[in-house]
């Protein structure tokens, strides 16, 4: 008969590398639930600043959400509501956060910029937010789109709108036609005409002409 | 009043150039396009095709078969525009404008569109811009203006500054509309786009869309016409999508709007300047014939025999309230001349002149028996402040204004196209609006001794009207003499009537 093997007791400090110590063990399992946390905390955060009801805490913004809640993102027949962060935040944690990060500039000039609240600044000062805007979705390739429409899957009412989209539309992204479909109209760079949208907005408020320029030479 | 020598040989050199203006000036409908066939066929207006083939595909078919596919004009070679363009909008990558206006047809039609330029057709809307309001606002309200005045005249184009157009005032395809551009008139007005069919612009259905109901009934007359029965019977003889279509000789089977107005015929060439061969001012209370100015600069006027002739040279006010150097000015002779040459591809000049006479005495007849003595009681009525100056907020406003605009003009537009019904109805209608209204409101507003010395002056003292002053002479045309007047019994009248009434 054999003698019993003797085992060597089990120990967690043998089965690791002998600098990862007790210490450092501690720190990396409270490191990772932290890190856990963090990403869950970021996830839960990019949730709740991309919501219709955060964005809209600063009184300009309800100023753009107003043609939105009478528009098709809003209040579509299939009942998936688009809310702000859908088209305006990137998916995934990583591009949310940082898509965030640089809207904090928004946050700033709320803050200590123009008075963006007034009905008047806030219009005279939207094509440029709308141009860029576009640009910002033609980089991505209108990504966020895509999180929902699926250029193969959009059979419209009329037979043609598939074959549209399938062929002649095959190589454009979303937004290079679509456009102007939930905020004020606002025409393109190329054709925009900053008198005449000036000229449409004083009328729109009742001020007297010129009042525009001065606004926004301020 | 003997012309001088000079008077004379400048008037004959006027002549003789308006004769050559009206005969030989133009060429006939297909204008042959004078630009380089390389300015257009754009690469870019390619791609519109195969995606407007699918989202639009009615209107693609149409231009599929028109001319201009046929010729390789593409969407973009008629919508293009720049950047800078008031109505430009970028629209999958091109900068287009929805609007494509005489400007820009004229690039290539530019015969047509020096024609169109300053005709009667371009001055629809500026002509009662500010009169329309009061009609349509009054009766209706802002929309009646942009869903029918308009619709017709002309809508002045607004741009918004977001850059849509103005929902009021478009779409609309009125003959004098202000377009985004500058220019005045709608092509697509008489040629329905996109097909922009030869054949359909020479139908009468192009001109009646407008010249129809009740003050402008040239439907109706024309319908009621031997011009307009004929057509009805030989519509399949027109020959209406031959290239060229000249009166007597591509066709003969009868004449359309087109033929008359502006068609070429024998000699003459056509025109798309519309209103050239009317001598009359036949929608106003008093109908004046009117000369033609033609100004240096291609634009045009027209004024009255009872205005100052203006000379050759000479600078007078043009339409637009600018100074224009007249060019030439044709006299309403010549343009009645004009006309009736068109008329001599079926009748002979005889037949053809005493047309013309018939249709003038009854221009006459309306002028001095009823439009001037409407016209100075109405006067009268606003010197005394008898009526308010707001229009038609009396009744006598409103018959009066139906008295020479719906009416009397229905009367004089059918004597001018021959229709005898028509013509009939008219003059009917002016005469019992006029006696069986007008008088009476006349009254009602003045008061009867105002009233009654009103109308005496201006209706009773006028040999037109005399036979109101004989009462006691008698017709049995409404049962006079006949019944209770010759003492027969109450009974035998009542039966009569009642049996009248079976």
New interface residues.
């Given amino acids: 008969m054999k003698a019993p093997v003797k085992r060597k007791p089990m120990k967690i400090n043998n089965l690791l590398p002998a600098f990862i110590t007790r210490h450092v063990l501690f720190a990396l399992i409270i490191g990772g639930v932290a890190g856990i946390g963090f990403i869950l905390f970021l996830t839960e955060f990019d949730h709740f600043t991309s919501s219709e009801e955060f964005c809209t805490t600063c009184h300009s913004m309800e100023l753009a959400a107003e043609p939105y809640r009478n528009s098709p993102h809003y209040k579509p027949a299939s009942g998936v509501r688009a809310s702000c962060g859908d088209c305006h935040v990137s998916e995934g944690v990583f591009a949310a956060t940082w898509d965030h990060f640089i809207g904090t500039k928004d946050l700033i000039r709320q803050l200590f910029g123009e008075n963006y609240d007034d009905p008047v600044v806030n219009a005279l000062h939207l094509p440029e937010a709308a141009f860029a805007a576009r640009e910002w979705f033609k980089k991505r390739d209108s990504a966020t789109c895509k999180r929902c429409h699926v250029k193969e899957a959009i059979f419209g009412e009329r037979p043609d709108t598939q074959q549209i989209h399938l062929e002649d539309a095959k190589e454009k992204s979303c937004i290079e036609c679509h456009y102007n479909l939930v905020h004020r109209h606002v025409p393109d760079k190329k054709t925009f005409k900053r008198e005449a949208w000036n000229s449409m907005i004083e009328e729109e408020f009742g001020l007297e002409k010129g009042t525009a320029k001065k606004l926004l030479g301020k | 009043m003997k012309p001088s020598r000079q008077t004379s040989f400048s008037t004959l050199i006027i002549i003789g150039s308006l004769l050559s203006m009206l005969l030989f000036s133009t060429t006939v409908f297909a204008a042959k396009v004078t630009l380089d066939p390389e300015s257009w066929g754009s690469e870019e207006g390619k791609a519109c095709i195969?995606?407007h083939s699918?989202?639009s595909?009615g209107l693609t078919h149409q231009w599929k078969n028109s001319a201009h596919a046929q010729a390789n004009v593409n969407c973009l070679d008629c919508h293009q525009a720049y950047?800078d363009?008031?109505d430009?909008?970028?629209h999958?990558?091109s900068?287009i404008a929805t609007i494509v206006s005489p400007k820009d047809c004229g690039r290539c039609h530019e015969t047509e569109l020096k024609q169109q330029q300053g005709s009667v057709h371009t001055q629809a809307l500026s002509i009662i811009e500010n009169r329309m309001p009061a009609l349509a606002e009054h009766f209706g309200s802002p929309t009646i203006n942009d869903a029918g005045c308009a619709k017709c005249h002309g809508s002045k184009v607004l741009?918004?500054?977001?850059?849509?157009l103005d929902p009021a005032t478009w779409p609309n395809s009125g003959i004098g509309r202000i377009n985004p551009d500058g220019s005045v008139g709608s092509c697509s007005a008489c040629h329905g786009r996109h097909q922009f069919s030869k054949a359909q612009a020479r139908e009468p259905a192009a001109c009646v869309y407008c010249h129809s109901g009740p003050d402008s009934p040239d439907k109706e007359i024309y319908a009621t016409s031997k011009h307009g029965m004929m057509y009805e019977a030989h519509k399949g003889e027109m020959n209406m999508d031959s290239d060229q279509w000249v009166a007597g000789k591509d066709y003969s089977a009868a004449p359309t709007c087109v033929t008359c107005h502006m068609g070429a015929a024998g000699k003459m060439k056509s025109n798309h300047d519309v209103g050239m061969r009317d001598s009359w001012n036949l929608n106003a209370v008093v109908s004046e014939q009117q000369y033609l100015v033609i100004f240096e600069d291609g634009s045009k006027r027209e004024l009255s025999t009872s205005d100052p002739l203006p000379r050759k040279g000479e600078s007078i006010s043009k339409l637009d309230g600018s100074m224009g150097k007249v060019k030439a000015v044709a006299s309403p002779k010549r343009r009645r001349q004009a006309m009736t040459s068109v008329c001599l591809e079926c009748h002979s000049k005889g037949f053809a002149n005493n047309a013309m006479q018939q249709f003038d005495n009854v221009v006459e007849l309306f002028n001095e028996k009823y439009g001037k003595p409407a016209q100075a009681i109405m006067q009268e009525l606003y010197s005394e402040k008898v009526l308010t100056p707001l229009p038609f907020d009396e009744p006598v406003e409103i018959t009066y204004w139906k008295l020479w605009h719906n009416s009397g003009t229905l009367a004089r537009h059918a004597a001018a196209m021959t229709s005898p019904s028509m013509t009939w109805k008219g003059m009917n209608d002016v005469g019992s609006d006029f006696y069986g209204k007008f008088l009476g409101q006349v009254r009602d507003a003045a008061g009867k001794e105002r009233g009654d010395a009103l109308i005496k002056k201006h209706v009773n003292d006028s040999e037109h009207h005399d036979w109101l002053n004989h009462p006691g002479k008698a017709n049995p045309i409404l049962g006079f003499g006949k019944g209770k007047n010759e003492g027969e019994s109450e009974s035998e009248g009542a039966g009569e009537e009642k049996a009248n009434e079976d």
């Fill in positions: 195969d995606c699918k989202s595909a950047e363009d008031v430009a909008i970028e999958e990558g900068v741009v918004r500054g977001d850059g849509t």
